[in-house]
Nanobody, 127 residues
Framework: EAHTVESGGGLVQAGGSLTLSCAAS????????VCWFRQAPGKEREGVSY????????YYADSVKGRFTISKDYAKNTVYLRMNSLKPEDTAVYYC????????????????????WGQGTQVTVSS
């Protein structure tokens, strides 16, 4: 069954940086839109960042705009989320999800649109 595999999470101090990686298993990112979601304890899952299919359109949640950068590496079939200036409120399990149907500016955070999911990677930011 096709799915994604997230890695790169860990414990970091506030102000630090991490880069999360998302690998595709059983499909390719070349024709897929990808979204990073996160879920903190007791909170709903929220969309963090999105990158489109061939046009590589990107969207970011307001809470991470200017701090996070999403990118695709087709040669490695991997999507990255570079996270800078991390805050304690960024602490969550981060999930990578993919779909063959691109989304728009208002619909990209809707998790039902994504068909391939991974198990998530924990990011903990200490104050």
């Amino acid at each position: 069954e096709a799915h994604t595999v997230e890695s790169g999470g860990g414990l970091v101090q506030a102000g630090g940086s991490l880069t999360l990686s998302c690998a595709a298993s059983g499909f390719t990112f070349e024709n897929s839109a990808v979204c990073w979601f996160r879920q903190a304890p007791g909170k709903e899952r929220e969309g963090v960042s999105y990158i489109g299919t061939s046009d590589l359109t990107t969207y970011y949640a307001d809470s991470v705009k200017g701090r996070f950068t999403i990118s695709k590496d087709y040669a490695k079939n991997t999507v990255y989320l570079r996270m800078n200036s991390l805050k304690p409120e960024d602490t969550a399990v981060y999930y990578c999800a993919a779909t063959s149907s691109p989304s728009g500016a208002s619909t990209w955070p809707e998790d039902w649109r994504y068909h391939y999911w991974g198990q998530g990677t924990q990011v903990t930011v200490s104050s």
